[in-house]
């Protein structure tokens, strides 16, 4: 079942933070971020496996809220790099092959 | 080192007719897994390919077929094109089918008229 994002879109100046939000009405074993850009293939960001872990790349890092079936992903002063559309994948469980699913996607602006 | 190619980058078909799109994984990678992305929408899985074997499938009709080559490259065929077929072919690489981290190519924008 897909994962729901939100916000759906986001327009922030550059140097603002920024909140986007995946939530799974199954539990999940990991979660996974991707970021598009405009004609662009999707470029990994990062994974969280484990209940309450937080993972950091650069500026932008998230957590996972196992019990809640819920990740997070935060852009702090942001950067006009960071415009995209940013999804989230998700796994249900370990085993070899799952496949992965995405969410409908955030599209994030950066303006100067 | 070549990432992920595929191939051609856009295409035009019209409704019933056949396509056949082509996918080069990441060197070193033997894994390659094929997503439909519709316009301001996620990535859909629709399958995945190893050892020349397709080893899971998503939600996708017959109409989609695919093959993966000795030397891991693959190819996914959609026939009896529909107007719906019309989307982004998404093509990732990985080493092992339980890698975490997919690299996708650009794609092939595909048209059905």
């Known amino acids: 079942q897909q994962p729901v994002q939100s916000p759906q879109a986001v327009i922030l100046r550059e140097g603002e933070d920024a909140v986007i939000n995946c939530s799974s009405s199954?539990?999940?074993?990991?979660v996974h971020w991707y970021r598009q850009k405009h004609g662009e293939a999707p470029v990994f960001l990062m994974i969280?496996?484990?209940?309450?872990e937080q993972k950091g790349h650069e500026k932008i890092s998230a957590s996972f809220n196992e019990k809640k079936q819920q990740s997070s992903l935060y852009l702090t002063a942001s950067q006009l790099s960071y415009s995209g559309t940013y999804f989230c994948?998700?796994?249900?469980?370990?085993?070899?092959?799952?496949?992965?699913?995405f969410g409908q996607g955030t599209r994030l602006t950066i303006n100067p | 080192d070549a990432g992920v190619t595929q191939s051609p980058t856009h295409l035009i078909k019209t409704r019933g007719q056949q396509v056949t799109l082509r996918c080069s994984p990441k060197?070193?990678?033997?894994?390659v897994s094929w997503y439909q992305q519709a316009l301001g929408q996620g990535p859909q899985f629709i399958f995945q390919?190893?050892?020349?074997?397709?080893?899971q499938r998503g939600n996708f009709p017959d109409r989609f077929s695919g093959h993966q080559f000795p030397n891991y490259s693959s190819e996914l065929n959609v026939n009896a094109l529909l107007l719906g077929d019309s989307a982004l072919y998404l093509c990732?690489?990985?080493f092992g089918t339980g890698s975490e981290k997919l690299f996708f190519g650009s794609g092939t924008q595909l048209s059905v008229l």
């Open positions: 990732a690489s990985s």
């Open positions: 199954k539990a999940l074993y990991s």
């Open positions: 969280l496996l484990k209940g309450g």
């Open positions: 994948g998700t796994k249900t469980t370990l085993g070899a092959a799952q496949k992965l699913v």
């Open positions: 060197s070193g990678h033997d894994t």
């Open positions: 390919y190893y050892e020349e074997e397709e080893r």
